[in-house]
């Protein structure tokens, strides 16, 4: 969320920022609810004083009755004028903040300005690309194959976009997420989370994904509001609605929400796995196969939290932390900066990590990474108290380490042998009981 007074004296600087990022916001609208707001709030303000200063006129012993009526008259007055004016205003600062949560971050300098993921920017690469000798297969094929993945049970149960993992292809999901968790512990020094799965509204806006992401969300309806839960979102004391996580950002940035933290107790890292729930709205035809975009899938989460000066360099770092898994992994990658209109809600600069699949000869992203600057902080209410000075936002980062699925997806079909099994990166031999072939 962005700082109001931000936005009214840096006004050209927003419109030009939320243009690039392809926003269809009337930063016309903002100007008039705005100017509105000050105008009402003036009048009200106005209103007060002459309340109070004809409150104290009627309490003056030497006042000629006459003159009190006046008064008193007067004063029913100004009180019905504030009255409708405090209503008038309380509507206009809702519309005003309806307006503010919905501006996105302001982009980096440096974020390349596109329309889409064709302008985004490739940084750098690593590994070889794998040269076969026999046509390699896709994952979708090699997981039933191996009696690894079931799609065909997965949906019986659930619907399209979920997946069964089985015997070794279990065990290969579970070794990735404790060789992930194990790596950026003992390395990196995050330190480890386990949060709930179900967060608040309250939450969710803290990070972000509401309001412009819950239509990819699934929300939890309690037993009496499954029959009559309407249109909205069902909420209240007995059932305040909770949300399915979509990814371990959530519940790893509102971990401090409403806090305010010492200088010395910064940067902190962070690190979850979680299973993730998305809807996937607006995705119909795409990936209708695999493991790529799945309602349920598994990840490894990275958030770090750090003082404004310090977040550039450890967007850098923690991207490099994603990578580390990548390398030890083996598998080939590229990182790419995103431009302004591929960029999410709540970034100011993000890069992708993208995995290559041979089947489908091409990279395939398995992570982002992103400084989101003070905009979380802010709708959460994060803060930090300096040595010396005013408490300040904290800024946050986060970013995929990785997600599992598709990391499972990748080390398929990049370690597929001729005679159809699959050699386990040695890297998860130990996590693997010491298997080190997937055979049929």
């Not at 450890?314 to 083996?330: D, I, K, N, P, Y």
Request: proline fraction near 5%; charged fraction near 30%.
């Amino acid at each position: 969320m962005l700082d109001l007074r931000f936005v009214r004296e840096h006004l050209d600087l927003v419109r030009r920022k939320t243009e690039e990022r392809q926003s269809e916001l009337d930063l016309d609208l903002f100007v008039s609810l705005d100017a509105r707001r000050r105008d009402v709030l003036a009048r009200v303000e106005q209103l007060r004083r002459e309340r109070n200063e004809v409150s104290k006129r009627i309490s003056r012993k030497d006042i000629e009755q006459q003159d009190r009526k006046s008064l008193i008259d007067r004063m029913r007055a100004v009180s019905a004028e504030a009255k409708s004016l405090e209503k008038e205003l309380r509507a206009v600062e809702s519309q005003l903040d309806d307006f503010m949560r919905v501006i996105p971050n302001l982009s980096h300098d440096d974020v390349p300005v596109g329309k889409d993921e064709r302008s985004n920017v490739e940084v750098r690469r690593w590994g070889e690309i794998p040269e076969f000798d026999f046509e390699p297969r896709a994952h979708w094929d090699l997981g039933p194959a191996l009696d690894i993945l079931d799609f065909e049970r997965a949906a019986r149960m659930s619907g399209s976009r979920f997946v069964v993992n089985k015997g070794l292809g279990a065990r290969l999901e579970r070794a990735l997420i404790n060789f992930m968790l194990d790596l950026h512990v003992n390395e990196h020094g995050y330190r480890e989370i386990i949060p709930p799965f179900l967060v608040s509204y309250e939450t969710c806006f803290g990070s972000g994904q509401i309001p412009k992401l819950e239509d990819d969300m699934y929300y939890c309806l309690g037993p009496a509001q499954i029959a009559d839960r309407g249109d909205e979102p069902f909420r209240s004391e007995e059932w305040p609605g909770l949300f399915l996580v979509p990814t371990g950002e959530v519940p790893l940035v509102n971990l401090f929400r409403e806090e305010t933290l010492e200088e010395d107790q910064l940067p902190l890292n962070l690190t979850a796995y979680t299973p993730c729930f998305r809807r996937e709205a607006g995705t119909y035809g795409k990936d209708q196969r695999g493991l790529i975009r799945l309602h349920q899938f598994n990840k490894v989460e990275l958030v770090k939290i750090t003082t404004p000066d310090a977040s550039w360099d450890a967007l850098e770092q923690l991207t490099s932390h994603a990578e580390t898994v990548l390398r030890r992994l083996g598998l080939a990658y590229r990182v790419v900066s995103l431009c302004t209109g591929d960029l999410t809600f709540a970034s100011a600069k993000t890069y992708d990590l993208e995995v290559w699949f041979p089947c489908q000869k091409r990279f395939r992203e398995i992570s982002s990474c992103s400084n989101c600057t003070d905009f979380q902080a802010r709708r959460a209410g994060i803060r930090y108290r300096p040595k010396s000075g005013k408490s300040r936002l904290v800024h946050t980062l986060n970013g995929s380490g990785l997600a599992v699925g598709r990391t499972l997806a990748a080390v398929l079909e990049n370690y597929q042998q001729p005679d159809g099994s699959v050699k386990v990166p040695e890297v998860l031999v130990p996590y693997m009981g010491g298997v080190e072939t997937i055979a049929p």
